[in-house]
């Protein structure tokens, strides 16, 4: 029998995976308590001593599946249950005023007041609406299970947070396949699942989602089915907003099909080809993520994510003076006397500098692959706040080919995956003890 990993290989990978983190959310609590608060970030002491501000979420009080919720699971589960509107989530400020209230076309209505006490901007509009829409419609089939209605939410988040990863996973092997062989494309899935971070893949949280879809899309552009590329690209879009980037990709695999520029590489011209209706619907589907961006950003929906993000997240399109000054300070923790600040950060530098060397060092080899993961990593890294990157970084393929052809040598493979597993250790259960995780 032949021992070349397949795609079947990559399924028992993910099965096992899944049912182990599964399996670590349980064993963890039930063995061992953390001590609180945690200061790994100047504010995170008044959310996680006890009786701080998550014990006082709603969303995240149920017992089902509790530790696989924390932090931002809350606008998911509130989105999917109650919409963008939902009173149990926080809001700021007041209304958009009276410009446009209640006129216009959905989505780009403005809604009228409800006399609410909650009045203002919910902070789930921070949040992108598919990966909720994905948890509401598959909740309906799994009420049959008698749980409660946030229970319901929660379990259909994490198979849709598992599915998308088993998509990823699979979508990654294919790539490391194409690049480095069969045991590469599987030591790049391997890779991927033990990330330090790679435990927000199991949780109600957008990454696993994003990857599938993402990494999916790449694999389908290579393929030449630009079509279907583009629709993952944009649910990817409407998963994060770092999925608009997808249009690079796309616009790289229609040019190299020489269908409007041709390339004289001698004379070093180029001539344009005429504009047939054929090329210019191409030139569509290529912008669907974009054209799907730019229409959501204008909509209320859009202007209600920017205030959230720069009124109460502090993060902005390349906001370079803030990040600057941010990870400038983030880089003094490392030699401060807080040693949870320094520990977590440590985690966030390695994070950054492994993406970004992938990303480089990739250029030459997989240009789409790795424009797409350094433009995903540059827009979040430069969005203001120090926290966060090692989670970000997920949604760089680069990263996996490159620590895949590092794994060609015994050494650096077990090296790697005795390290990386603990980290992801620790990740994962600072997140199941609603402890900062990042």
């Known amino acids: 029998m032949s021992k070349t990993p397949t795609k079947r290989t990559i399924f028992a990978l993910w099965l096992g995976w899944a049912v182990i983190m599964l399996a670590y959310s349980a064993l963890v609590p039930a063995r061992f308590d953390v001590r609180r608060p945690d200061r790994a970030l100047f504010w995170t002491a008044g959310s996680t001593r006890i009786g701080g501000d998550q014990d006082a979420k709603y969303y995240l009080k149920d017992p089902t599946l509790e530790h696989q919720v924390a932090w931002d699971s809350e606008y998911y589960l509130a989105i999917a249950i109650g919409g963008y509107g939902d009173p149990n989530v926080d809001h700021i400020g007041e209304s958009f005023g009276n410009v446009g209230t209640g006129g216009g076309f959905w989505p780009f209505v403005i809604p009228q007041g409800t006399g609410n006490a909650k009045e203002g901007v919910s902070l789930s509009h921070a949040f992108f609406p598919f990966y909720p829409f994905l948890m509401r419609i598959l909740s309906l089939p799994l009420s049959i299970l008698g749980l409660t209605t946030i229970g319901t939410a929660t379990l259909a988040g994490v198979i849709i947070s598992l599915l998308g990863t088993l998509a990823a996973t699979l979508a990654i092997f294919e790539l490391g396949r194409e690049e480095l062989g069969a045991d590469g494309g599987l030591r790049a899935a391997f890779y991927l699942l033990i990330f330090p971070s790679a435990f927000f893949l199991s949780v109600v949280y957008t990454e696993g989602l994003f990857l599938g879809l993402a990494f999916?899309?790449?694999?389908?552009?290579?393929?030449?089915?630009?079509?279907?590329?583009?629709?993952?690209?944009?649910?990817?879009?409407?998963?994060?907003?770092?999925?608009?980037?997808?249009?690079?990709?796309?616009?790289?695999?229609?040019?190299?099909?020489?269908?409007?520029?041709?390339?004289?590489?001698?004379?070093?011209?180029?001539?344009?080809?005429?504009?047939?209706?054929?090329?210019?619907?191409?030139?569509?589907?290529?912008?669907?993520?974009?054209?799907?961006?730019?229409?959501?950003?204008?909509?209320?929906?859009?202007?209600?994510?920017?205030?959230?993000?720069?009124?109460?997240?502090?993060?902005?399109?390349?906001?370079?003076?803030?990040?600057?000054?941010?990870?400038?300070?983030?880089?003094?923790?490392?030699?401060?006397?807080?040693?949870?600040?320094?520990?977590?950060?440590?985690?966030?530098?390695?994070?950054?500098?492994?993406?970004?060397?992938?990303?480089?060092?990739?250029?030459?080899?997989?240009?789409?692959?790795?424009?797409?993961?350094?433009?995903v990593i540059t827009l979040s890294f430069t969005s203001g706040p120090a926290q966060g990157m090692h989670r970000y970084v997920l949604a760089a393929p680069p990263i996996y080919l490159f620590l895949s052809h590092l794994g060609r040598k015994p050494a650096f493979d077990r090296v790697w995956t005795i390290g990386s597993i603990l980290l992801m250790g620790v990740v994962g259960t600072m997140f199941i003890f609603d402890m900062w995780a990042g």
Not at 216 to 232: D, E, K, M, N
Not at 301 to 315: D, I, K, L, N, P
Not at 331 to 337: I, R, T
Request: net charge positive; hydrophobic share 55%.
């Open 216 to 375: 999916s899309s790449l694999v389908l552009i290579r393929r030449g089915h630009r079509g279907w590329a583009a629709l993952l690209a944009v649910f990817a879009t409407f998963t994060r907003a770092a999925g608009v980037v997808l249009v690079v990709p796309l616009f790289i695999s229609w040019v190299q099909d020489g269908e409007w520029l041709e390339l004289d590489l001698e004379w070093r011209q180029i001539y344009f080809k005429g504009l047939p209706w054929r090329k210019i619907g191409n030139l569509l589907i290529v912008s669907a993520p974009l054209i799907a961006f730019v229409i959501w950003r204008f909509s209320y929906f859009g202007m209600a994510f920017s205030r959230v993000e720069e009124e109460f997240f502090g993060r902005g399109l390349l906001n370079i003076g803030a990040t600057y000054a941010a990870w400038r300070e983030a880089s003094y923790s490392l030699f401060g006397d807080n040693p949870q600040a320094a520990a977590y950060y440590a985690i966030e530098f390695g994070a950054i500098i492994l993406a970004f060397v992938a990303c480089i060092t990739g250029l030459r080899k997989y240009p789409d692959l790795a424009l797409f993961g350094l433009l």
